[in-house]
């Protein structure tokens, strides 16, 4: 059942019936683990682990995922992509295009990947305690205060208008 399932150097993921594989072609930026209700709501579960990283760094390998627009309670819309066959969804972008938030649990081997930081604790479920290692928010933080350096440095590259 999980054949296409198997540990590599580099990240590698997809969908659940493999219509829809991606690479990643580097470590991500950063690792949001986020407790929100509308990624509670969306994954069905209690909180989504996602890896930001540059949309050129994200490589399709097989099939094209489909762009749906879902609602956010803030009347925002976040726009999800998923695989067209079983609706899996693979990654989503927010307010800039140039960067993805690729859903962790869609990679082969999600324990290779930790949060760097827990957000929007305030909608945490009781039942889930988080580490004290890892920092955690209300709400969200101010990257230049929390991300590495060479990461503010990629994100920059990566939103100047010449690579968007
Ligand atoms: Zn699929
Ligand atoms: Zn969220």
Redesign the pocket.
């Known amino acids: 059942m999980y054949d296409n399932r198997r540990v590599s150097a580099t990240r590698e993921g997809g969908c659940s019936c493999g219509a829809v594989r991606y690479r990643l072609t580097s470590e991500p930026l950063f690792t949001n683990c986020?407790?929100?209700l509308?990624?509670q709501r969306q994954t069905g579960s209690a909180f989504?682990v996602n890896l930001l990283i540059e949309a050129d760094r994200v490589e399709l390998l097989a099939g094209v995922p489909q762009a749906v627009d879902v609602p956010r309670d803030d009347g925002s819309s976040q726009r999800v992509f998923r695989c067209p066959t079983c609706q899996v969804a693979v990654f989503s972008i927010y307010t800039r295009p140039a960067v993805r938030f690729v859903r962790g649990g869609t990679l082969d081997d999600p324990t290779g990947v930790a949060p760097d930081a827990h957000?929007?604790t305030r909608s945490k479920v009781d039942w889930l305690t988080l580490p004290e290692s890892v920092p955690a928010f209300d709400e969200y933080y101010d990257a230049k205060e929390l991300w590495p350096a060479a990461s503010l440095e990629r994100l920059k590259a990566a939103m100047t208008p010449a690579s968007v």
């Open positions: 986020c407790h929100c509308n990624c989504v957000i929007y």
